[in-house]
């Protein structure tokens, strides 16, 4: 259950034509000044009077913190600056680099173990670094979560976490002018692009490296049907890590912003994944994937299409993508006094447009 209020802010001057930091209100609710807007002069006679308002909830949660994994920003940076030291100079995988790479393993397994579901906010990450180790470090634990809930332990488990962190190291050899260009890439660039993962896998040839972790390199863009690069390998053919990778990399491929693209919502990237079941994707493993990942965690604030504005209260476990919201205002930003619940399960003409993590516990 949530509840929510107004509550005076304590904050009495703010300088004219200063963006507002928050979203402001009158005593009844009704929306002065959207966040981010300029402060008015009217605005600013009404913060010195005290008569302007915020809003505040409350959240009693229901869900078992050992189930649901967040990643805090710290931690996840420890990791990702962890995997950039152990990826430069890729061309010389040392024995060293390659311990530090297994102690980075191992700490994203520790993190997710007993965890059934995980929370990322995974655009918001990608500020910290080189996005090529933010992209590596999201396919690895979003395929660690799903090896957890295949049951995956020990060596088996290490193996899919380390290929997920090693597959596209292989870019690293590509030349950057042909990594991000912002145009369409010519044939010839594509066919060079292609080649990255048999280029990773001969890098980690090298090293001491599991002959699963180099399958998982060579084949995470082999497709069910046997469009995919570079041996056009078909199904049973892929092993079931690279299946797993396959799946982790195009959806954090589509949510991120390209040279060339916008990145998709995630709501959007699933939907397409889904799409894509049977076809090009394992469906065994896409169920799994959709049941372990929360797009919306409950207390994250929403927009939908609709410009409405709502907080996450329920999360379905068939539909991960179309939570419970209640609805806090509506189209026209005006606070909505009484409950009104939107189920996007239900209603199809609505989804989420943008979300805020900032408010999940």
């Known amino acids: 259950m949530i509840t929510t209020y107004l ?39 009404l913060l010195q009077r005290r008569q302007i308002y915020t809003l505040k909830y409350d959240l009693n949660k229901s869900q078992d913190p050992n189930i649901t994994h967040k990643f805090s920003e710290s931690e996840y940076q420890d990791i990702v600056v962890d995997v950039r030291e152990a990826f430069e100079n890729a061309g010389l995988i040392s024995s060293e680099r390659l311990h530090k790479t297994f102690l980075v393993v191992d700490k994203i397994i520790n993190e997710l173990e007993g965890t059934k579901r995980v929370y990322l906010d995974l655009n918001k990450f990608r500020k910290f670094d080189n996005n090529t180790y933010i992209h590596s470090v999201n396919v690895a634990i979003l395929a660690t979560l799903i090896g957890l809930q295949m049951n995956f332990t020990g060596q088996a488990l290490r193996d899919l976490t380390l290929g997920a962190m090693f597959h596209d190291i292989g870019k690293s050899a590509i030349p950057i002018e042909v990594l991000n260009k912002t145009s369409k890439l010519t044939d ?44 056009a390998v078909r199904q049973s053919e892929i092993g079931l890590n690279a299946q797993i990778v396959a799946i982790t990399d195009v959806f954090d491929a589509l949510v991120d912003d390209r040279p060339y693209r916008k990145g998709l919502p995630p709501y959007h990237a699933l939907e397409i994944i889904i799409a894509e079941s049977n076809e090009q994707f394992n469906k065994e493993i896409v169920n799994i994937f959709i049941q372990c990942l929360i797009l919306y965690p409950e207390g994250s604030i929403v927009t939908l299409n609709t410009a409405e504005v709502g907080i996450v209260i329920g999360i379905h476990q068939t539909y991960p993508s179309r939570p419970l919201v209640k609805i806090l205002f509506d189209k026209d930003g005006n606070y909505l006094h009484d409950d009104y619940f939107c189920d996007l399960s239900q209603d199809l003409t609505k989804f989420i447009k943008s979300v805020d993590f900032r408010s999940v516990p």
């Open 188 to 231: 010839e660039e594509l066919e060079i692009i292609k080649k990255h993962p048999i280029l990773g896998e001969e890098m980690l040839r090298k090293s001491n490296i599991t002959g699963e972790v180099l399958t998982i390199v060579r084949h995470h863009h082999e497709r069910c049907n046997g469009k995919g690069y570079p041996d």
């Open 7 to 45: 509550e005076p802010l304590s904050i009495t001057t703010f300088n004219i034509g200063q963006p507002s930091s928050y979203d402001l209100f009158n005593r009844q609710g009704i929306l002065l000044l959207t966040k981010g807007k300029p402060i008015t002069t009217n605005i600013q006679e």
